[in-house]
């Protein structure tokens, strides 16, 4: 009851959660690729998210058109994917270390690309911020309800493209490659590719969700990026636990539902007097350990009612 | 069909742990040769298996098969002669994908993946017909996850995975080993029928020396990284398993140590 009345009363608070946990829902779907189907933890994610962001900001700060800036985004995010794939499966340094060195070099990258820590969406003056969103506002829409819209359309027909090439040969070998690569040799498939392609597209995902983050925010910022793959494992874990999916399109609806939710529980917690922002990270891993420790508490929870069971009885 | 030619291999070499795994193997399979492997721990048998798959490459030596020399291509691209099954009965299949996803991923070894779709209707047709063959009721469950088969189901639809596209040469390593008796029996009995059926050129490694004698036409036998007897035919058929111990100690200068093969 007092969640319900709690978003009642902050009516914009919740607007604001539910638009990004759909923008952030495409990057869950890009951590969920390398970390559940590729079975590869792929910490470049922290990178891309804030290649995307910031290549975004850049160049539609500089008159680009949003939609081909949030293009050219994607495929930064991808050479980083490259980059780790290449690192992890050619020069045969392990997964984790690949992506860490991948993000640390993003880090770098970003401030070249972005030339500032903060690089404003606003080109001349105090005008509308210009993005993906702005033709929807001159249609009429609300700049909240423009993002909620836009964002749905994309992660819409990002989920079902990703769907139907998941289904394809070529996905079929991915998927492949996460479960068993020893199995996908012996078939006639090159590993090495199936990785790369994999991460390119996973960590394409991700710079698409900072591309539209930054423009839902209006600024992007050299530090955004920090926590994102936790907040991606968040959303992930929330989803399992709750739905359980068994399929591949019922896990990816999970992941959008999850990346809300998670963003409602965000917004809930930090909406308690004496949390700052700041303690936003802190509420993150709180939330994926207890997500993670949910199925012990379950069975332990499940032992406990049984115990007071039997002692009733005798 | 395949031809091994002086080939050597050392792991670890220049450390302590330098082992010689294969003292310059050369071996010639025709044409429907079904050749079984014997020998002790460290013998060199699985060394001999995966330097033929490409799991690694040889230090010295050739390898052709069908007068192709693969001898420097990757495991897989090599994929495309050859046919594999593991002794683990995890390692042939992709546990969390459907029987059906498993059959297309091998049906399509060799070729590109494209992006058309994974499977056609055409082709589950057709693993539903030759999964009946293997008796074992799998033919109902192509959406099932391999992960819920048994260790002998997973063997025998790795054998099917394995022969789908007939390969020029099948081989197994100890791909009975890790099942009950009874089960090694079914798969067993089970790999006969696909290697006569196909007339499959096919290289066998067991641990069991009555089951090497049992089947095949020829029976090899390594100990120490050499091939130390090779016998085919009709002399094969009237081998006995004291008659094999007794060529091994001939062959080696040593007695069988007690190790697996004895207890077989």
Redesign the interface.
Known sequence: MFILQFFENNWIVMQGAVSLGIIFSLMAMGVFLAFRILEMPDLSVEGSIILGAGMSARLISGGMNPFLATLLSVLVGSAAGFCTGFLHTKLKIPSILAGILTMVAAYSVVFRIMGANNVPLLPHGPQRVTSVFTFLQDWGLSRPNAIILLSVVVVVVVSALLYC?M???????I??TG??R??????????DIMIIACLMLSNGMVALAGSLWAQQQGFASVDMGIGTIVIGLASVIIAEVIFRPRRFWTSLIAIVIGSIIYRLIIALALSVDFMRSTDLRLVTAVIVAFALCLPLLRDNIAKLRKFIRNRGNT | MLTLAGIKKTFDPGTPIEKHALHGVSLHLEKGDYVTVIGGNGAGKSTLLNTI?GTFFPDEGKITVDAVDVTNL????R??Y?G?V?QDP????????FIE??L???Y????S??????ITAKERAMYRERLATLGLGLENRLTDKVGLLSGGQRQALSLL??TLREPRVLLLDEHTAALDPKTAKTVLDLTNQLVHENNLTTLMVTHNMRDALKNGNRIIMMHEGNLILDVKGEEKTNLTVPDLLKMFETASGEEMASDRMLLT
Not at chain 1, 182 to 191: D, F, P, S
Not at chain 2, 90 to 97: L, N, S, Y
């Open positions: 090439f289904g394809t040969e070529f996905g079929s070998a998927r492949a479960n068993n020893q199995m996908v040799k012996a078939q006639g498939i090159n590993t | 798959a990757h495991e897989h691209k994929a495309l050859l594999r593991f995890r390692a042939g299949t992709a546990a969390d994908m996803e498993n297309a991923l091998a399509r070894r060799g070729k993946r494209t992006l058309r779709w994974h995975m394995a």
